[in-house]
T-cell receptor, first 117, second 120 residues
Framework: AQSVTQLDSQVPVFEEAPVELRCNYS??????LFWYVQYPNQGLQLLLK??????LVKGINGFEAEFNKSQTSFHLRKPSVHISDTAEYFC???????????????FGKGTKLTVNP | GAVVSQHPSWVICKSGTSVKIECRSL??????MFWYRQFPKQSLMLMAT?????????EQGVEKDKFLINHASLTLSTLTVTSAHPEDSSFYIC????????????????FGPGTRLTVT
């Protein structure tokens, strides 16, 4: 079974500082990886995804993530954060189905990013 | 594009009553819809997966008779919480995805804004 571990439940950072949110996954098969952001009382918005190809993935709002197969990691980074980046961030993994069914997403527990002035 | 709506955005109901939550894909055909539940400060837990025109597949531990899911069309899925109790109070989020073409490509899930259910 697949699982996702987000190592930090909370990450406080000052505005304009860089940030890295860590994500590790476990799976015995190939996976697809996603990062979502959730603002208070809202649904999830996709930041970026890794399906195949280049291991460095660029997403919206200046975020990027690097897929590292040997370390089974997919850490999210931003070189300079803004107050508006304060939100909950979820890493998720889906497994390519062997049949025509739908792939399910398995989420990590989330990391609360707080950007302070 | 790829907008998913949920209605209502919040609802308060009395214990023992039933409440229906709608999930709509506004600009695409959702071959599959997913229902999640999220407790405060916790992650999303998948409750069930529904494909249009077929019965929903429930995750282990989710009572199918309590959480009725209907996916009658390619743009609408409903979740009905029957005989709701205070412990059913939660944030319910749906997502929808579409399978594009014949290629078995993984496809993105588009999330609705969520429905806050409070059972008193």
């Amino acid at each position: 079974a697949q699982s996702v571990t987000q190592l930090d439940s909370q990450v406080p950072v000052f505005e304009e500082a860089p940030v890295e949110l860590r994500c590790n996954y476990s799976s015995s098969v190939s996976v697809y990886l996603f990062w979502y952001v959730q603002y208070p009382n809202q649904g999830l918005q996709l930041l970026l995804k890794y399906l195949s190809g280049s291991t460095l993935v660029k997403g919206i709002n200046g975020f990027e993530a690097e897929f590292n197969k040997s370390q089974t990691s997919f850490h999210l980074r931003k070189p300079s954060v803004h107050i508006s980046d304060t939100a909950e961030y979820f890493c998720a993994v889906s497994v390519f189905g062997t049949q025509g069914g739908s792939e399910k997403l398995v989420f990590g527990k989330g990391t609360k990013l707080t950007v302070n002035p | 594009g790829a907008v998913v709506s949920q209605h209502p955005s919040w609802v308060i109901c009395k214990s023992g009553t039933s409440v229906k939550i709608e999930c709509r894909s506004l600009d695409f055909q959702a071959t599959t819809m997913f229902w999640y539940r999220q407790f405060p400060k916790q992650s999303l837990m998948l409750m069930a997966t529904s494909n249009e025109g077929s019965k929903a597949t429930y995750e282990q531990g989710v009572e199918k008779d309590k959480f009725l899911i209907n996916h009658a069309s390619l743009t609408l899925s409903t979740l009905t919480v029957t005989s709701a109790h205070p412990e059913d109070s939660s944030f319910y989020i749906c997502s929808a995805s579409e399978k594009r073409g014949r290629a078995r490509l993984t496809y993105e899930q588009y999330f609705g804004p969520g429905t806050r259910l409070t059972v008193t």
